[in-house]
């Protein structure tokens, strides 16, 4: 039982360690950026993007306000030279 609890615990540390953010990063005018890459042959630059929403989403509900997109880049994965990739630009209103 003990072994299969820390294998589990590794690879969700694992799966946590793939995923990188950049935090909300001020812009200025209100505006925000969030920048983000996950590791993985089955990730997609959709997938990205939907997780940096969900962390802006956050951010603005916390704030009691309706997060307002302004510009999404998302970029898959090429295999071997990049991870896949997405920043948004958005708003709290």
Known sequence: ???NRVIVIGF???????AQSSGVVPLGDDSYMISRSEK?????GSAVKADALKEAN???QAQGKEL???KAVPKDMVPFRSDAQAEIEFKCQ
């Open 1 to 3: 039982m003990k072994i």
């Open 12 to 18: 969700i540390s694992i799966l946590t360690a793939c």
């Open 40 to 44: 993985g042959f089955d990730v997609t």
């Open 58 to 60: 956050s951010y603005c």
């Open 68 to 70: 307002q997109l302004i």
